[in-house]
């Protein structure tokens, strides 16, 4: 079964630092999606993609974010200048609808 | 925001006992989805429901909407230690393609 990639599965940065959170999403999907959870919060949505822009954005996709899709296949999410409170699992999602999200298995994201 | 509210936030059972958890809101969702998320892993879709009153069953899950489609339940019979997870349920904020979760109930179910 087709599945959506993240890559890495664990990422521990400095505060300050950069860092760029990978996804491959499903194939033949058109709907690109990041959201985010803190431990023992609930997932939130972050921003979804669609047609090589941006479609929507959260009050926390604020200028520290960006998203792109270089090229058919990966749909990257960098994080300029992390903060600690931007520790949180970053979980990436694809749709071929905008109805039945397929989420990747998250990258754990450590800012010290 | 819509807020979704889940409850119990803890349940834990032995094999075989039938449980429900639930899903509530003071707002009117077109539609909700169920989704169960396992430890270091992304949430998986389970089921949508549309229709209000409607009623979905997945093996030993049944879905209900309510009837004003603003609440859900989820009932699990003969619960199983493989069902142990956090059941979360979304929905789409209105007119828009941000999905709202609740906080999830973490089902524990000891063998």
């Known amino acids: 079964e087709p599945e959506v990639t993240q890559t890495p599965s664990h990422q521990v940065t400095q505060m300050g630092q950069e860092v760029i959170l990978r996804c491959v999403p499903i194939s033949n999907h058109l709907y690109f999606y990041w959201y985010r959870q803190i431990l023992g919060q609930k997932v939130e949505f972050l921003v979804s993609?669609?047609?090589?822009?941006?479609?929507?954005k959260s009050e926390i996709f604020d200028d520290q974010f960006s998203v792109e899709r270089p090229d058919g296949s990966n749909f990257t999410l960098k994080i300029r200048s992390t903060k600690l409170e931007d520790s949180a699992m970053y979980f990436c999602a694809s749709s071929h609808g905008a109805e039945k999200l397929f989420f990747g298995s998250g990258t754990q994201l450590s800012v010290l | 925001t819509q807020l979704l509210e889940q409850s119990p936030q803890f349940l834990s059972i032995q094999e075989g006992e039938n449980l429900t958890v639930y899903c509530n809101s003071s707002s009117v969702f077109s539609s909700l989805q169920w989704y169960r998320q396992e430890p270091g892993e992304g949430p998986v879709l389970l089921v949508t429901?549309?229709?209000?009153?409607e009623v979905k069953k997945l093996k030993r899950l049944t879905f209900q909407f309510g009837d004003a489609r603003k609440d859900s339940s989820l009932h699990i019979t003969a619960a199983q230690p493989g069902d142990t997870g956090l059941y979360l349920c979304a929905a789409f904020q209105g007119g828009s393609e941000k999905l709202v979760f609740g906080k999830g109930t973490k089902l524990t179910v000891n063998p």
């Open positions: 993609f669609y047609n090589n822009e941006i479609s929507e």
């Open positions: 429901v549309v229709t209000g009153g």
